[in-house]
């Protein structure tokens, strides 16, 4: 089989692998589709991704979706031929963060494409991966499986707006308006947030983030002056997603939000220490709240595709099959171009 294999910065290659052979609980998934995620490109581009380094080739991927094709000895919950959204992660199950409902913070979570562990975790850009079947969701055949490849971006937007509690009403700030920033937008309008202002350096992605339900949208490199409005009277929203994982859109959070709101850190800033105006958060007695993937909102997402309550067509920016994935990369890396690439089986 093929696989989209990353061996250092800028060396993706496409390389045959051995089809994995199954345990007694695991499904082989033929690959549908997979979105190409910010933690890829960090990986293409830098050879890593936040505190996490390349130290062997790994395949790539973690927003993938599928057909089962074979299913272990002990498999009774899925079948051949179901058409499944693959939630990338899996915990263990066993220690007390997943005892406690927390599964997200795993202390043994192996976790689809990702350095974190050595030997690393191989992700799910090949044309067979096997995964545990507590991994399916199984989805209706006619759901495109680009569409819901997205189930597992959207989980991440809908722990973020889950861990600050209700926006019911709430005027909110997103500073990024990147594939997370825009799905963030999604998911505070289906948490009722009555206002969503977007933030980012470029008109092209702004215009999704509109798409997707942001009531306005700004772009601090031609209209820095705007921010000065964000800041009167101390902040004037109510809750802020940092979405952009750059220090100054966070302090921007922090500046623009009013007293006693909170703000989440979604983006993943760079490795190494980040100045932060904690005087700022302790005057305004602001909840700083930190997010790290998803547990149960994975199959919120899927849900929310499934019922087309929440719509995801407008960030879907281009098809390319698994020959061309370097192409795909190239062309995600193009914020101007690119919201959301995805691969496909050929």
């Not at 094709?69 to 079948?79: A, F, N």
């Not at 964000?230 to 500046?255: M, P, R, Y």
Request: proline letters at 4%; one cysteine or more.
């Amino acid at each position: 089989m093929l696989a989209c294999v990353i061996h250092g910065a800028k060396d993706l290659r496409i390389e045959a692998r051995e089809t994995p052979d199954l345990e007694a609980n695991e499904v082989l998934v033929r690959f549908g589709a997979g979105g190409i995620c910010g933690s890829d490109l960090h990986y293409f581009n830098h050879g890593g991704v936040g505190d996490f380094k390349l130290r062997e080739p790994m395949v790539l991927g973690h927003e993938v979706s599928g057909e089962v094709m074979k299913l272990g000895t002990e498999v009774q919950g899925v079948k051949i031929g179901d058409h499944i959204a693959v939630d990338p992660s899996r915990p263990c199950r066993a220690c007390d963060y997943c005892l406690a409902g927390r599964s997200n913070l795993c202390s043994n979570m192996r976790f689809f494409g990702s350095a974190a562990l050595f030997p690393h975790v191989q992700g799910g850009f090949s044309e067979f991966f096997k995964v545990a079947e507590f991994q399916c969701h199984v989805v209706p055949k006619d759901i495109d499986y680009t569409v819901i490849a997205c189930a597992e971006p959207l989980a991440v937007t809908l722990h973020a707006v889950a861990r600050v509690g209700s926006l019911m009403g709430a005027k909110v700030l997103i500073t990024g308006s990147g594939p997370i920033g825009v799905l963030t937008v999604a998911a505070a309008t289906l948490a009722g947030a009555s206002q969503i202002t977007v933030t980012d350096l470029f008109d092209e992605p702004l215009a999704i983030a509109l798409q997707m339900g942001a009531t306005s949208v700004v772009n601090t490199a031609s209209q820095p002056e705007k921010l000065e409005e964000f800041q009167a009277n101390k902040g004037v929203f109510d809750v802020s997603f940092e979405a952009s994982g750059n220090a100054k859109a966070l302090e921007t959070c922090v500046q623009s939000t009013r007293p006693g709101g909170s703000m989440v850190q979604i983006g993943i800033l760079p490795p190494g220490l980040t100045s932060v105006p904690i005087n700022q958060i302790l005057a305004k007695e602001l909840g700083f709240f930190g997010t790290f993937r998803f547990h149960q909102e994975f199959a919120w997402a899927v849900d929310a595709l499934v019922s087309k309550r929440i719509d995801v067509i407008p960030i879907l920016t281009a098809k390319f099959g698994f020959q061309d994935a370097l192409k795909a990369f190239e062309l995600a890396l193009d914020r101007k171009k690119a919201m959301k690439v995805s691969l496909r089986c050929d």
